[in-house]
């Protein structure tokens, strides 16, 4: 049963131009959702996260949107450059993070190719 | 601070054989977590401790593992009797219990032969 989807393995955007990756969650007790990168050879690392009280966080030129009624969030890069390209990892959790376990839940992940 | 290590880097071993992998957290944090993760998937909880206590492990986590933290610092994480299907990219990560995000060790990939 998998709780996060990322129905896209894969997507590629010129540089400048927006990217979007795209998450989807089906269970509603999920209360917190992140965005990790991922380079070849290292460990994912932390990118931006948002609260289910919030429709939208930004950092940057990361932008998280988030669609409770949908149960889909999205992460919006803005411009995209060369070295975003990397593999993308949406994660939710239902203890809010700091409040319960901080266990994660990630979809498949998303491989983003920024080209120049 | 050098972020969290995972060591060894990579492991060859052969079917039936036992490894053991070890990871140091950031000193600071008291959350430590295992995940492990195989080729097209992401991360899937393995174990996680706060401080020395271990307080959940997954039904993934089979008789065969066993996870450590004594002393609530570096853990340990050993596979017994290794199968094939244990080969994957073992993942530790810590965080304080109000941090926002974790902060992942680059892995231990475990090859089964």
């Known amino acids: 049963d998998q709780q996060v989807k990322q129905n896209s393995p894969s997507l590629s955007v010129q540089e400048g131009r927006i990217s979007i990756l795209n998450c989807d969650y089906t269970?509603?007790?999920?209360?917190?959702f992140l965005w990790y990168k991922k380079y070849p050879a290292e460990g994912p690392t932390f990118l931006i996260s948002i609260s289910s009280i919030k429709d939208k966080n930004e950092d940057g030129r990361f932008t998280v949107f988030l669609n409770k009624s949908a149960k889909h969030l999205s992460l919006h890069i803005v411009p995209s450059q060369p070295g975003d390209s990397a593999v993308y990892f949406c994660a939710a959790s239902d203890g809010g993070f700091s409040g319960n376990t901080g266990k994660l839940i990630f979809g498949q992940g998303t491989t983003l190719q920024v080209k120049p | 601070d050098t972020g969290v290590s995972q060591d060894p880097r990579h492991k060859i071993t052969k079917r039936g054989q036992n490894v053991t992998f070890r990871c140091d957290p950031i000193s600071e944090h008291n959350r430590l977590y295992w995940y492990r993760q195989t080729l097209g998937q992401g991360p899937e909880f393995l174990t996680y401790f706060q401080n020395e206590a271990q307080l959940e492990k997954s039904r993934l986590l089979s008789d065969r593992f066993s996870a450590e933290r004594p002393k609530g610092s570096f853990s340990t994480l050993e596979i017994q009797r290794t199968e094939q299907g244990d080969s994957a990219m073992y993942l530790c990560?810590?965080?304080?219990?109000?941090?926002?995000?974790?902060?992942f060790g680059s892995g231990t990939r475990l090859t089964v032969v």
């Open positions: 269970n509603s007790m999920f209360d917190y």
């Open positions: 990560a810590s965080s304080l219990f109000t941090s926002g995000g974790y902060t």
